[in-house]
């Protein structure tokens, strides 16, 4: 029997409505997700350790693309049942928040995915989403969430143009819709206005004990128009060199790889280099 899916009206911040789309196995995860979190006293630790340890817990879970492109109008999807690289991501840093401020509850976890998946916390419309991952550091440093330290270990500027959406609009559905379309352009605009930093992967070694378990890694690619490829999340291993924790593509499971960082961005010729974003603890209120 298939699962039947809800999609439900609730309000955010009091004030704005906005649909949601998940299962009841999306609802039992969390809870399981959640209770292990509680059991093991997560929110005693720094939010990367607990980032991580929520990481691990959906190790083995099957690659989705395209997850958040089931309806035809925006709604916050939820799928803990499968994940891309960025869904597995930010699941992860949401629920490492939540249990960092010990709220617990299924509809605090949809408004917090709301505030992180869209532009400035609101889901409007499909260009509100963070589609662009650069973008996305951006956006959620501005509220805090996050702090961009590329720079900080070392970083060079990220010399590069961003116009991937905008120019291959057959593979985005939504982007049949010619208004999308002239919102992405401007988004991407902003996005070249910006001066970003990255860690070319032949340098990635040489500044590896600056980057700590827990920080949210953002390849950069050779894909023209196109600024990260693929995200993930910082571990250090046994080996002491820090390792991927990621969803890694069509076919495979969340895994941590198995080659070191560097090591396994030097496999891969479309992969330039990273970016590292640190995740702040969640202030009190």
Known sequence: MKTLIFTFLLFLFNISIFPQTYTQKDVKIFNKVIAKAQSDSLQKENIGKI?????????GTDYIAHSLEINDKETLVVNLRNFDCTTFLDNSLVLARLVKMKDFSFKNYTSELTKERYRGGKLKKYPSRLHYFSDWIYDTEKRGWIKNITKDIGGEVYNKKIFFMSKNRKYYKQLSNDNFVEDIKKIENEINKRTYYYIPKNRVREVEQKIKTGDLIAVTT??????????????KMDDGRIHYLNAPYVGKKVKISEKPLAEY????KSQTGIMVARALAPKKN
């Open 51 to 59: 980032i991580v340890e929520i990481g691990k817990q959906f190790i």
């Open 222 to 235: 050779n894909v023209a128009g196109l600024d990260i490829s693929h995200v993930g999340i910082a571990i």
């Open 265 to 268: 961005l030097m496999g891969n």
